[in-house]
């Protein structure tokens, strides 16, 4: 059910020669066009019959290499070649019949080779038995075949003179019982000997000829690069469509009809890879990526642009892992990549195939795994490029009618409950794995394939909400098989569920009844920094509600991905939380130190708060960490195409400046988490939540973390509890001054020691000075007996 790619779309074949299979049950003819065959329908098509189309829809269609001029056919019918240099020894020179002889002379002990020599010897002689003029004439004369123990027993008496040989023994075994036809035993050393003697694949692979042969004998029946499209006849009429299973494809070229590309590079030119895959860390922390706007020039940035600029700064910003959106085919590069077109092909605007490889291999050799964005919840409308109406007929992939269509995006909805619907989806998480060393997918949008009103309803947490009719089963089956299939070929794989409902069992295991998921997206966690930032003043937030949404789901809080904003915030038609907070106050040199203090205090302390008091999984869209000032607008004809804002600032970060001092803060966090593991902790006990001080303090393991989110109010020596008595040494402060903040803090402060008082339920307490929107982190260095 995931291996569908190593048979269907097109594939080099040993006998010199490349074989496509494609699925599409509505269509009643299949061909192969492209600049290989001069476009023509006729050309390369299935052939009739069986042969060439089954009764389950899939179309299969031969494209032979084309004998060179001056060559002669190869002598064996079944001549294999080796397209790379595993079996190269055909280039040698060495005949057939030589590679033959050296086998029976090798291989073949004398006499074993008798009946390889002289195959046809025993039928012959049966034949002249009963046939030959020596042999009986009629029916009377052929006397009744004796029954086996007969013959045998003749066959001992006729052969008891023999000598002493070396060959395996048939003599039978039958230790004094009744002679048994089904139930033989012979002699177990002959017997060993027989079975421990390995086939002669070794000679039969020496057959092989090699890469340097095929090329002088045979001309490429569809060379590297070629063009091509698949043609259907469909009763609605003729039909081109792109290969379903196409590995690289150009979407819409320059306003001409897209085509596929038959990637077959040649071995000196295919990717080697050199690094193996990182082990799994105990703690994610992602850095949220998109190749085409990861650039500062105004233009679409490529695969190899990423890897020389994005890569070293995400190392040296110490995340352990990248997730890649937009990088799967699609047409409309407005659409960010999430209506996909072309699911087993990477985006053709960035690179080739090989440039993936070599993304995700020098990823792996700076330790960081690399996730992508997987989108199997819907798919693009588009017809010429996309599954839509692939053979003539609505229902191929898709649903009919209105469940095939998602209610508000336009986009089309797979129909899960098709076997071949599933053999290709699985397929395809198999083959990002398989091919491109993948190691995990969020899966996109869940919400929208789990219920056939795509997620748009109210949801107040009611079971009855998650079990009605409204619920696709078909679609939940697929996800407890993509979940089942990936972590049992793969055990290392991370699978991420984006789902914004919550459903019940996201994280739990599937012999648990759950989906499998390793992880979940708390979506709401940025739902609510976006409206405190936009809707509501600053002495008004509610410590309560950030603590509860923080929180999230108890039941699997420690598998939850949480992130203060990502690309949703800067790219879904709304601003990133810098352009909220300093909106054009860096741009404007006599701006307000105030509100510069201010947007830098409130983007620390969010950053701070989201990733320690959250499960074992934090996230962060590429350039936010150092508060990117613009949104990302991608180019379309309601901003003129411009490249304006589809790009990220990374000058800014050279230079000192705000920009600067929120990288420094935002580089220690994830220092703190690979010191001090916060994220692979026991969940935090949460003791102190005051809404009229505005202060927050929890514990995780031994580390105190505090907050004062009052925009006026200081504290000199603000009281909050802790377990254990001991000296507590200050580790991360959001107000020192590398970080932009106002240095209030004094170095001989940094060290504080418990007081024997009991303070929010505990037993002890300390005294720690609180500026004004500031936060600090404590360690618990020396504990104190008493």
Not at 275 to 294: A, F, K, M, T, W
Not at 419 to 441: A, M, P, R
Not at 535 to 552: A, C, F, Q, R, Y
Request: proline letters at 5%.
């Amino acid at each position: 059910m995931s291996s569908g790619f190593e048979i269907l779309g097109m594939h080099r074949h040993p006998e010199h020669r490349v074989d496509y299979m494609e699925w599409a049950p509505g269509a009643r003819y299949c061909a192969l066009v492209g600049d290989f065959n001069g476009w023509l329908p006729t050309e390369n098509c299935a052939r009739e019959g069986h042969l060439g189309h089954d009764d389950y829809g899939y179309w299969f269609i031969i494209l032979e290499d084309k004998l060179r001029e001056g060559e002669k056919p190869d002598e064996l019918y079944f001549q294999q070649y080796n397209y790379v240099d595993d079996y190269d020894k055909g280039d040698s020179g060495v005949s057939i019949d030589e590679i033959f002889k050296k086998a029976n002379d090798e291989y073949w002990e004398p006499g074993e080779d008798r009946f390889v020599k002289n195959r046809f010897e025993v039928p012959a002689k049966l034949y002249e038995q009963i046939f030959g003029p020596n042999g009986p004439q009629t029916l009377e004369e052929l006397e009744d075949i004796p029954d086996a123990e007969t013959r045998y027993k003749a066959w001992k008496e006729q052969h008891k003179d023999d000598p002493p040989s070396n060959l395996p023994s048939y003599d039978v075994i039958d230790n004094g019982k009744e002679y048994d036809i089904y139930n033989v035993v012979i002699d177990p050393v002959s017997q060993e000997k027989f079975r421990a003697k390995k086939p002669p694949l070794a000679y039969w692979f020496e057959t092989r000829k090699g890469r340097k042969a095929w090329l002088k004998k045979y001309a490429p029946a569809i060379p590297h690069g070629s063009k091509y499209r698949v043609y259907f006849n469909t009763p609605s009429g003729p039909l081109e469509r792109l290969p379903a299973w196409a590995t690289y494809v150009q979407p819409d070229a320059d306003g001409n009809q897209a085509f596929a590309i038959h990637w077959e590079p040649p071995p000196e030119e295919a990717y080697k890879w050199k690094n193996s895959r990182p082990s799994v860390p105990q703690s994610l922390r992602i850095y949220e990526c998109h190749v085409g706007i990861s650039g500062s020039e105004p233009k679409i940035s490529s695969f190899n642009d990423f890897i020389e600029k994005v890569l070293p700064h995400v190392k040296e910003s110490g995340y352990n892992a990248i997730q890649l959106i937009g990088a799967v085919e699609h047409k409309d590069y407005f659409t960010v990549g999430y209506r996909v077109t072309n699911l087993f092909a990477v985006s053709s605007r960035y690179g080739t195939p090989e440039d993936f490889k070599r993304l995700v291999d020098e990823a792996h050799g700076l330790g960081l795994l690399v996730f992508l964005d997987i989108v199997h919840s819907y798919s693009a409308a588009d017809e010429m490029v996309g599954l839509s109406m692939f053979d003539g007929s609505n229902d191929c992939y898709f649903h009919t009618g209105k469940r095939g269509h998602h209610k508000d995006w336009g986009t089309r909805m797979f129909k899960y409950g098709d076997h071949d619907v599933l053999h290709f989806l699985l397929s395809n998480l198999n083959w990002w794995v398989v091919e491109y060393q993948i190691d995990g997918f969020q899966f996109h949008s869940l919400s929208s394939m789990i219920y056939t009103h795509n997620g748009f309803a109210s949801f107040t947490g009611d079971l009855d909400e998650y079990c009605n009719q409204y619920v696709d089963k078909d679609a939940l089956l697929y996800l407890i098989l993509a979940n089942e299939i990936l972590h049992t070929l793969h055990p290392n794989i991370i699978t991420i569920a984006e789902d914004a409902t919550f459903y019940p069992g996201l994280c739990e295991s599937t012999s648990q009844g759950g989906l499998g998921f390793d992880y979940y997206v708390n979506l709401s966690v940025s739902e609510m920094w976006l409206s405190f930032l936009e809707n509501v003043p600053d002495h008004e937030w509610s410590m309560n509600k950030i603590v509860s949404t923080l929180m999230g789901n108890k039941q699997n809080a420690n598998k939850m991905l949480a992130y203060a904003e990502n690309h949703n915030q800067s790219i879904s038609g709304g601003r990133s939380f810098a352009e909220i907070l300093f909106g054009k106050v860096l741009e404007d040199s006599g701006g307000s130190n105030e509100l510069l203090l201010r947007g830098c205090s409130l983007h620390k302390m969010i950053r701070l708060i989201t990733f320690t008091i959250c499960g074992g999984a934090y996230l962060n869209f590429m350039g936010n960490e150092f508060g990117h000032p613009k949104r990302v607008e991608f180019p379309m004809s309601s901003n003129n195409f411009s490249f304006s804002l589809a790009n990220r600032r990374w000058d800014l970060i050279a230079n000192e400046g705000v920009h600067c001092d929120l990288f420094f803060f935002d580089k220690d966090l994830m220092k703190l988490d690979e010191k001090e593991r916060v994220l692979s902790r026991v969940l935090p006990s949460i003791h102190h939540v005051n809404d009229t001080t505005m202060v927050i303090a929890y514990m995780r393991g031994p580390l105190l973390f505090v907050f004062n989110f009052h925009p006026t109010d200081s504290y000199e020596g603000y009281r909050v509890g802790v377990d254990e008595a001991g000296e507590y040494q200050l580790i991360l402060n959001s107000d020192e001054i590398k970080y932009g903040g106002q240095g209030l803090i004094e170095d001989n402060q940094y060290l504080r020691r418990t007081i024997s008082r009991r303070v929010d339920g505990l037993r002890n307490c300390l005294e720690v000075p609180l500026p004004s929107r500031t936060a600090q982190v404590y360690k618990l260095t020396r504990i104190l007996r008493i």
